[in-house]
């Protein structure tokens, strides 16, 4: 309840953006058409889609939510989107729980890793665009690869008879052509996540499920969909982007990228290195919970690496890479949960944490509401009021630039108002005027 408040407060006093306003509409083009036809009706997101994976790209699950949130509206997505984030933690927490007890410290320790370390927390998780693309692709993800890590550590198969073995296989496979649809970098890191769950199986003599195998099948299907939708390859002419690139360039964007997300990644490396060599050489030789750590933690690097085939690669594009790493983080740290001066040590890093927690979350909070507050005063307002008059062609002032990197206006707020012709268009399709131009003062 506590963390439901605070996340609830933060999504109730964040407001659209940048592509927010082009998927209240059926996406016909990248640009506005004379006639737009607004979203009111379930049924209108099929024909979007089909336009969407033609036009834009395959990540129809994650724009197929974002639709679907946007034609609910804003009060009923911040309820929705504040159950999401729990809902990612709980998934965190049972990836990393070993079969003891529950333990409230391991959940409350995963909750401020997600806090602290989740890049561009606004434009993941607050953003409705960036929720679908980030926190939503990514309890799909982690919901899919739940039963294989289940059964990594059950000895009994979690089905028992042919028929229910069918419709295991059945639903694991639609899920599969789902999760590998959802996000290239992390969809990628997951198949091979898969892949190691089930060399685990063969290593430690359990027998291979039929489901993990349609599992995986599915998993392929989704990200060949993804991958291969015609969007991708018409997408990049907006970028400037060329068809072929040498290995060296590919190499040198990496490690540019290496570098400038190192302050978001950095210490959670540094900080995994630490617990897995204080675990397994002083405290406790669990070879078989250190190799499924180690698998989550590659998936964590591999998640990175894929980003350097993609024509933009901004912070929040590590998502997945982060959240695979606090699962590796925690998964030692639910080993050693038992310990008992461990668990005191935990306990004190989970209080040191909620201290730094609050120093950042208040002063978060009052920046986002203070963009809240700028918009719907100097914008919602004022186009409101205008339009009732009947003046059709609307001034307002541009946004101010955002100081914390929890306001999801923080990285698009440039692009508010500012010189991107197709946002000043989309926003004046979005409240019914002819123009709308954005002015510093």
Known sequence: ?????????????????????????????????????RINEVSQIIPSMI????????????????????MLGKPIFNFINTLGYLSLGALVYYHSKSKENHSLLLFNLILLLMWFFIPEFGSSILWVSGSGNYL?????????????????????????????????????????????????????????????FIIYYKWNKKMITTWSIFGLIGAFIGFILLIKAPGNYLRPQMYGATESVSLMVYIKVFIIFLMNCIDEIGFL?????????????????????????LCYAIASALATGAMVLSPERPLRTLFGTVIFMIIAISYLYADLVNIKHFRNRMLFLVILGYGLFISSYLP?????????????????????????????????KQIPTPESTYNAFNGSANLQLNSDAWFNQWLAEYFGVDTIEGVKE
């Open 1 to 37: 309840m506590f963390w439901f408040l605070l996340i609830y407060l933060l999504n109730v006093y964040t407001y659209f953006t940048s592509d927010d306003f082009r998927y209240h509409f059926i996406y016909e083009s990248y640009l506005p058409l004379e006639e737009n036809t």
């Open 51 to 70: 336009n969407h994976y033609n036009m834009w790209g395959g990540r129809i699950p994650a724009h197929t939510l974002v639709q679907f949130f946007l």
């Open 136 to 196: 939503w692709n990514m309890i799909i993800i982690l919901l899919f690869l739940l039963p294989y890590r289940s059964y990594a550590f059950n000895n009994n198969n979690i089905v028992n008879s042919k028929v229910s073995s069918l419709i295991c296989s059945i639903l694991m496979l639609t899920m599969g052509v789902i999760a590998g649809c959802t996000n290239e970098n992390t969809a990628g890191a997951m198949i091979c996540l898969t892949i190691f």
């Open 269 to 293: 490396i540094l900080f995994y290195g630490m617990l897995i060599v204080w675990k397994s050489y002083f405290l406790k030789k669990n070879y078989k919970i250190n190799i499924i750590s």
């Open 364 to 396: 978060a909070l009052v920046d986002i509401k203070n963009t809240h507050e700028f918009i719907m005063n100097e914008h919602v307002a004022i186009i409101q009021k205008q339009r009732n008059l009947g003046n059709m062609n609307i001034k307002i």
